[in-house]
Structures are given as C-alpha cells and as structure tokens.
C-alpha cells in the first residue's frame, strides 16, 4: 500500500517535473535515489538467510546413510516449525560424478538432490546447495580444477531456473593444497563457468584455511559481482568444541574442557566477530556464519551457553548464521526420538 501511494506521488511529481522540461534529469535523481546502497542489500540477504542449520553428515558421505544421517521430508518440516529460515546441505557432488569429461553426474543423484530443492521450497525455507568435502582437490588442485568446475557447470545449468531461494556454496573449507592464492585463482573461475547461466544467483564463498576468520583478509572476491555471500566458520576454542572428536588427533586430552562464558571468554568472540563484520563493510559483502558447533562429548550447560553466546554475537554482529548441525553428533536434534535437544535449540532461539 504504502509502496503504490509513492508510486503515485513520484508519477504525479514526474508529469510536474515533466511539464517544466526537466523529465530526462527527474528520471536520472529518482533513479539514484531508489538503488538501494551495497550496505542495504548486504542487510537484505542477511535477513533473507537469517537463522539456518546444516542438515550436516548425509549427503556430504560417500554414500548417504553411511555417516548415520538419511534425510527425510519430516527434518525439513521439523526445521520450518522450529522458526529457521535456510538449511545448508553439505553435498560431496564429487562422489556422484564421472571421472572423465563432462564428469557427468549420476541421474539417481540428480533426483536426490532435487527432492532436497523440493522439501526446501515446499517448506519456505532457503538452501544452500554447499560443495562439500571434494578430498582429491584439496590435495591435487591443478589435477582437480577442470573436474570442479565441470560439476559446477553441469550444477549451474541443472538448477539455473531454480527461484532465487536456491544458493551454491563454491566450496567447503578449502585447505591443504588449495591455500588462498590458488583458492583466490579457482573461485573466480568457478564463477565464470557459474554466471552464464546463473548471473543473480546467490552464491556463497568463505576464505581458504578451513573458511576461518582469521583468513578472510587473503579472500579476493569479484568486486563487479554483487551476488555473492562471504561466509565464515567458528568452533573456537577448538579444545572446547571438538573435545573427543575423533577426526582431531589429540581431541581425547581436552575431554572435561567448559565453557564459561566469562568476561573474557564473550571478549573472544566478539573480537573475532568484529573482524568479520569490518571484512564484510570494508568490501561491501553479506556475511554468513555458516558453521558453528560443539561435539556431543561437552557438557550441555557448556554447550548452551556457547551456541547461545555465539549465535547472538554473530546477530548483533550483522550476520546471518547456520548451525553445524541438525541430526548427528554436533546435533541440535535428536533423530531416535524425533525431538529437539531443549538445551540446544533453545540457545538458538533469537
Ligand atoms: C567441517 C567438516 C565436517 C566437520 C565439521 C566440524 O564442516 O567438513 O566434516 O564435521 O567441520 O568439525
């Protein structure tokens, strides 16, 4: 409504305008005046992604299943009732694709992931479809690029009619061999093989060095392209959040570690948030958190406090966020018997 009654104010202040010769110069200034700023648009997709959770250790296994997680229709509506707003989808794309040129990807797979695009939109929820542990490229990337960007190409046209509630994340947690300036070289041409068919697409990209905060001031964006997401992941202090995790060598000897959330320890985050939010305004970029987490093996009081800590920290910081992850075993959702962690899902209520 509000938006109609301007509408016709500025045509009726246009045929006064127009009336006085100066038509081609009103056109110009209300031009000017209605492009909403680079800071307003970074808000805009930040309030867009909003509060999201990975649906985390299915897709992103070499077979769905073998990681324990198989999703189901009911975890995208268990998502939309508790109030998120996007679900990223670690995918592992490069297990379901052929080895040679066009690396065509497998049909029954194209399926899977469209039903997952299906359940996102049938349940209002924004996904992002997240490249996701590609082992070989980080190791080998020059052997691995031409087959990277050949996934993404075929991705890219799959889903290029897709509403703009569908978003690509280039890939996760670059490390390894693919430091920032080969990251830096490989993002831009992922780009370039992505915006053909996709130019206004959101597309997401965190930094090399396992997309820490600490790496973004090596990140290099397209600075002509204006539909990108600069994301983030946070699981600091490590010897806290992935006590007993198996894949951290020596994750057995900070077992018993908590999480106070002292003076110093809030300082931490909010000085490492504060990096993020000058990275983002500095380059007129959308941030995202799009991981953060704590294993099973902490204590839930120390858990709470952290997730809790942490998500409002990244709000008040002027990011979206994503939770690392719904069912396995950084979950917030206990998928036996079908229920939230109250503890957990309540620390993530804004
Ligand atoms: C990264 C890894 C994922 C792991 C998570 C927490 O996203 O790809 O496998 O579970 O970080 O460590």
Not at 127 to 141: G, M, R, S, T
Not at 301 to 309: A, E, G, I, L, V
């Amino acid at each position: 409504m509000k938006r109609l009654l301007f509408m016709r104010s500025c045509s009726r202040l246009l045929v006064r305008l127009g009336l006085l010769g100066l038509i081609g110069t009103a056109r110009i200034t209300l031009a000017a005046t209605t492009t909403p700023s680079p800071e307003a648009e970074s808000e805009a997709t930040v309030r867009l992604l909003g509060h999201g959770i990975n649906l985390a250790n299915a897709l992103e296994a070499p077979r769905e299943g073998q990681w324990g997680v198989t999703l189901r229709d009911s975890y995208f509506l268990a998502v939309q009732q508790a109030g998120f707003t996007t679900v990223r989808v670690p995918i592992r794309w490069s297990a379901h694709a052929a080895i040679t040129a066009p690396y065509a990807i497998d049909p029954a797979f194209w399926l899977r992931i469209d039903w997952v695009v299906a359940e996102a939109k049938k349940h209002h929820l924004q996904v992002i479809l997240d490249f996701q542990n590609y082992d070989e490229l980080y190791l080998e990337p020059e052997k691995h690029e031409d087959r990277f960007l050949g996934i993404w190409r075929e991705v890219a046209e799959h889903y290029r009619t897709e509403p703009s509630s569908v978003l690509f994340e280039l890939l996760n947690e670059p490390h390894k061999q693919l430091d920032a300036e080969k990251w830096n070289a490989l993002l831009a041409k992922a780009l370039g093989v992505i915006r053909p068919t996709n130019p206004q697409r959101l597309i997401v990209v965190g930094p090399a060095s396992w997309n820490k905060i600490s790496a973004l001031p090596l990140l290099v964006l397209p600075t002509e392209d204006r539909f990108l997401v600069a994301s983030v992941h946070y699981y600091d202090p490590m010897t806290f959040t992935h006590q007993g995790a198996p894949w951290e060598k020596t994750s057995l000897d900070w077992l018993g570690t908590e999480w106070l959330g002292t003076p110093a320890d809030r300082q931490v985050v909010d000085r490492d948030f504060d990096q993020a939010r000058n990275w983002g305004s500095e380059h007129h970029r959308p941030m995202l958190l799009g991981e953060f987490g704590t294993y099973e093996k902490a204590d839930m009081d120390s858990r709470q406090r952290w997730t809790n800590y942490v998500a409002r920290s990244a709000e008040a910081h002027g990011m979206a966020w994503a939770y690392w992850e719904f069912c396995a075993s950084f979950g917030a959702y206990d998928s036996s018997i079908d229920a939230w962690r109250q503890p957990l899902i309540e620390a993530l209520k804004p």
